[in-house]
Each structure stands twice: as structure tokens, then as C-alpha cells.
């Protein structure tokens, strides 16, 4: 049973256009979602976050929308660049004392020169 | 700071054959992660420590895994015998103090191929 889901295997932009990945949810005790990036041959790394408190997050280029009643993020990039390619995991947790997080199955983010 | 430490960076090994994976946390972590991905189930959390207790291990598909902590520095993830469906990147993860809002901070992996 998938808690998270990315429904979209891959995405395929041009240089400079915006990047929208895209989450689902089913878990309505999830309080805490994370993006993180990943380069072939390295782990994920954390890209950024959002508390169910909060319906947007902003970051430089990268911006997470959370629509509680929709049990939906998502992560917008603008403007796309090459080094934007990467794999992308959604991932969320419950709060309290612990930080098990539960991932999606990624999205293939290509941006094209 | 040298990161999240995960030896082999590849094992390729024959169905039967029993399998270590080991990993070496930050330094000063209290939290420890294995995760394994997959094309079709993404990262999937097989088991996590806190100071090197395991705590969750609801993940573990089978008898045939086993993980261990003996210290804060260090971690291994076995698997006996091992199963061409267990072929997958196996991550180890580490975090400081536990809640909701921290992150982890994962290590390069180790691509396990079993034939």
C-alpha cells in the first residue's frame, strides 16, 4: 500500500520553463513533507520541506505547495536549469519523536539545454 | 565531515549466497535508516535504530534480513540467502536528534545485483 505517490515517472522540461512535480498523499496523520533530490550513483539529498501548518514553502527556485484538503504537494521549479536533473522523492512523516519518513517512487526530472 | 559511509559501492553475487552491507553513520547521529529502492516501490524504509536500538523493523520483508547496530558507528544489513528479487540499491541514512522536522542524510548506496 503506497502512502505516497508520484504518478508521474518522468518529466521532461526546457531550460528556463518551470518544473511542477507533483505528490499524493493518502495518510491524513502526515504532518511534515520533504522533498530530496537524486543524482545517479549518489544518495538522495534534502531539497526542501513544509509543515502541514503552512500551504507554501519558498526556496530560491524551488517552491512547495501543500493542499491539505486535496492530500496533495507539489514542487515547483522556475526557472529550470541542466543541473536540475535528477531524480525527485516526495517523502512525509507523522510528528512526534520520531523522523521515519515514508517515500513516493520518484520522478525523473530531464530539463533540456 | 565525511558523510554517511556505505560499503560495497556494488555486490554481485549468486542466489544462496549471504550478503553484509555495512554503513557507517555521521558522527554525533542518534538516528540510523536502511532503506532500499526500487523502480516499483520507490524508497522503501526497512528498519531504523535509535541509539543503536532498533526501533521499527516493520519494513523488513523477510526472516531472510537481519540488521544490526553493535555501536553508534556502525550498522550492517544482512541478507541469508540471498534472492534475485532482493536485487535493488540498499541506502543507509543517518539523522541527529529525532522529530518530525529533520532531515536525513543519506549515503551513496550499495547496488546489490543477485544472479
Known amino acids: 500500500d503506497q502512502q505516497v505517490k508520484q504518478n508521474s515517472p518522468s518529466l521532461s522540461v526546457q531550460e528556463g520553463r518551470i518544473s511542477i512535480l507533483n505528490c499524493d498523499y493518502t495518510n491524513s496523520m502526515f504532518d511534515y513533507f520533504l522533498w530530496y533530490k537524486k543524482y545517479p550513483a549518489e544518495g538522495p539529498t534534502f531539497l526542501i520541506s513544509?509543515?502541514?501548518?503552512?500551504d507554501k514553502n519558498e526556496d530560491g527556485r524551488f517552491t512547495v505547495f501543500l493542499n491539505k484538503s486535496a492530500k496533495h504537494l507539489s514542487l515547483h521549479i522556475v526557472p529550470s536549469q541542466p543541473g536540475d536533473s535528477a531524480v525527485y522523492f516526495c517523502a512525509a512523516s507523522r510528528g512526534g519523536a520520531t523522523n521515519k519518513l515514508i517515500f513516493g517512487t520518484g520522478t525523473l526530472l530531464a530539463v533540456q539545454p | 565531515d565525511a558523510g554517511v559511509i556505505q560499503s560495497p559501492r556494488h555486490e554481485v553475487t549468486e542466489m544462496g549466497q549471504e550478503v553484509t552491507l555495512r554503513c557507517k553513520p555521521i558522527s554525533g547521529h542518534d538516528y540510523l535508516f536502511w532503506y532500499r529502492q526500487t523502480m516499483m516501490r520507490g524508497l522503501e524504509l526497512l528498519i531504523y535504530?535509535?541509539?543503536?536500538?532498533?526501533?521499527?523493523d516493520s519494513g523488513m520483508p523477510e526472516d531472510r534480513f537481519s540488521a544490526k547496530m553493535p555501536n553508534a558507528s556502525f550498522s550492517t544489513l544482512k541478507i541469508q540467502p540471498s534472492e534475485p528479487r532482493d536485487s535493488a540499491v540498499y541506502f543507509c541514512?543517518?539523522?541527529?536528534?529525532?522529530?518530525?522536522?529533520?532531515?536525513?542524510?543519506f549515503g551513496s548506496g550499495t547496488q546489490l545485483s543477485v544472479l
Open positions: 535504530f535509535n541509539n543503536n536500538v532498533p526501533i521499527d
Open positions: 541514512a543517518s539523522s541527529p536528534v529525532g522529530g518530525a522536522s529533520e532531515k536525513l542524510f
Open positions: 513544509i509543515s502541514s501548518i503552512k
